[in-house]
C-alpha cells in the first residue's frame, strides 16, 4: 500500500526564519514520483516540483529547495528566508504507476511578520 | 496564472436545487479530474475522465453527475445535496492518466455550501 506521511500538522515561523516541511512516503514499488504542492488561503493547489526515484540529487528553486532521501523513504521542502505570502498548507504526493495521487495530510505553515 | 478554471468561485444551494459546476482547462491535457477538499484535509478523489471518457469513479454517490462534453471542458451536476457535501471543489487536468511522470494542474475551486 502507497502511503505519505506529514508528521507536522502545523507550524508558525518568524518571517526570514528558514523551515522546513517533513515529508515520509510508503510504497513498495522502485519506480515512482513524489510532488509537492502549495495551497494558499485562496484554494487552489499549486504545483511546486515533481522528483523520480532514480534521481535523488537535492533541488534547488530560488529560496525552494528539496532533499530527497531513498534510504529514509523522506523527501523533506526547506524555504530559505521565510516571507508572509509563503502561508499556506503544503501537500506531499507520491505516484505510482498505475496508480493515483496519494496525497499526504499537509502542514499548514504560517509565516508571521 | 492558473490555465485551469473554474467557475463559479463560490456557490450556495439548498438540498433541492440543481446546480453545476464547471472546469476549463487551456493546456491541451487529454485527463481531468474532480476533486473534493472538506476542511483541513487533503484533497480526495471523485473522478477521472482520459479523453473525454469517464475512467474512473471513486464510489461517489449518485447526486453528484460528471460530464466531459469535450477535452477542455468538465462540469459536474449536483442535484439533492446533503449539507456534509459542503467542501472546496477541485478541478485538475494532467497531459494523461497513464504515465507516471504525469503532473496534474489545479484550477482555483469552488466553494460549495449546502444547506
Known amino acids: 500500500a502507497q502511503k505519505v506521511t506529514q508528521a507536522q500538522t502545523e507550524i508558525s515561523v518568524v518571517e526570514k526564519e528558514d523551515v522546513t516541511l517533513d515529508c515520509v512516503y510508503e510504497?513498495?514499488?522502485?519506480?515512482?514520483?513524489l510532488f509537492w504542492y502549495k495551497q494558499p488561503p485562496s484554494g487552489e493547489l499549486v504545483f511546486l516540483i515533481r522528483r523520480n526515484s532514480f534521481d535523488e540529487q537535492n533541488e534547488i528553486s530560488g529560496r525552494y529547495s528539496w532533499n530527497f532521501q531513498k534510504s529514509t523513504s523522506s523527501f523533506n521542502f526547506t524555504i530559505t528566508a521565510s516571507q508572509v505570502v509563503d502561508s499556506a498548507v503544503y501537500f506531499c504526493a507520491l505516484r505510482n504507476y498505475g496508480q493515483n495521487f496519494v496525497f499526504g495530510p499537509g502542514t499548514r505553515l504560517s509565516v508571521l511578520p | 496564472d492558473t490555465e485551469v478554471t473554474q467557475t463559479p468561485k463560490h456557490l450556495v444551494m439548498g438540498m433541492t436545487n440543481k446546480k453545476s459546476l464547471k472546469c476549463e482547462q487551456h493546456m491541451g491535457h487529454r485527463a481531468m479530474y474532480w476533486y473534493k477538499q472538506k476542511a483541513k484535509k487533503p484533497p480526495e478523489l471523485m473522478f477521472v475522465?482520459?479523453?473525454?471518457?469517464?475512467?474512473i469513479n471513486e464510489s461517489v454517490p449518485s447526486r453528484f453527475s460528471p460530464e466531459c462534453p469535450n477535452s477542455s471542458l468538465l462540469n459536474l451536476h449536483l442535484h439533492a445535496l446533503q449539507p456534509e457535501d459542503s467542501a472546496l471543489y477541485l478541478c485538475?487536468?494532467?497531459?494523461?492518466?497513464?504515465?507516471?511522470?504525469?503532473?496534474?494542474?489545479f484550477g482555483p475551486g469552488t466553494r460549495l455550501t449546502v444547506l
Open positions: 475522465y482520459s479523453y473525454e471518457k469517464l475512467s
Open positions: 510504497t513498495r514499488d522502485t519506480t515512482y514520483y
Open positions: 485538475a487536468s494532467s497531459q494523461e492518466t497513464s504515465a507516471i511522470t504525469d503532473t496534474q494542474y
